[in-house]
């Protein structure tokens, strides 16, 4: 019999929280892998411990878990199907080269934090209180994979000698990319309805006078 860690923890998810909606508890699975990956990850990196084996079979059973979620005909289930399964295959090689490639890793979870707080948001079951704060929130998700993966990922100083690893790699990259001229794109129409908002109310105020 099969058994995952995180099949085992999104029963007790939906035990606990059987009060909210299934993309909220679906989310909360995927902001603690996200954590928990940062956290050791972090460890790795600030002591020198070798946690790496552990984090690769925990995120590799999380990938595993979370691609029954993503089975639909849709165009982001498709997108989310690929890209776990893209992972399941990059994540063993990227372990097998001869240079520490965590980093890149460690800096695509770091980037993952803003787009659950908006999806948090928009899947909360006070949506009404929490909605005002969705344009900062995408804002903050635009700005972390600007940095985080459009320039961070960029710069390091990686060099891995498997192709494939190294065509996975460029192809999250260049995904990575276009989500974030998508969520630019997206800012720019929330912030234009504001501004024209806002001028609508200036040239209503002067009309009344």
């Known amino acids: 019999m099969r058994f995952n860690i995180w099949d085992y923890y999104e029963n007790i998810i939906q035990h606990k929280f059987h009060n909210l909606n299934e993309k909220m508890k679906k989310n909360i699975v995927s902001f603690t ?11 790795h990196h600030i002591s020198g411990v070798d946690n790496l084996l552990f984090t690769l079979f925990m995120s590799l059973g999380y990938y595993i878990h979370d691609l029954k979620h993503h089975m639909g005909n849709d165009e982001m289930s498709k997108i989310m ?54 344009k ?22 990686i060099y891995p000698k498997n192709l494939i690893v190294v065509l996975l790699i460029i192809t999250l990259y260049i995904a990575s990319v276009m989500w974030t001229i998508k969520l630019g794109k997206k800012l720019l129409e929330v912030f234009h309805k504001i501004i024209d908002f806002r001028e609508y109310i200036i040239y209503r105020y002067f009309l009344s006078r």
Do not use: M
């Open 136 to 157: 900062w929130c995408i804002l903050l998700e635009f700005i972390s994979f600007l940095i985080f993966r459009c320039v961070g990922l960029a710069i390091l100083d």
């Open 81 to 134: 199907f690929y890209h776990h399964v893209g992972s399941c295959i990059l994540l063993p090689l990227a372990y097998n080269e001869e240079q520490d490639l965590s980093i890149a890793f460690l800096l695509v979870e770091i980037s993952n934090i803003p787009l659950y707080l908006t999806q948090i948001v928009l899947h909360s079951p006070h949506k009404t209180y929490w909605g005002p704060y969705l």
């Open 33 to 43: 892998h996200t954590i928990t990956t940062i956290l050791w990850l972090s460890v």
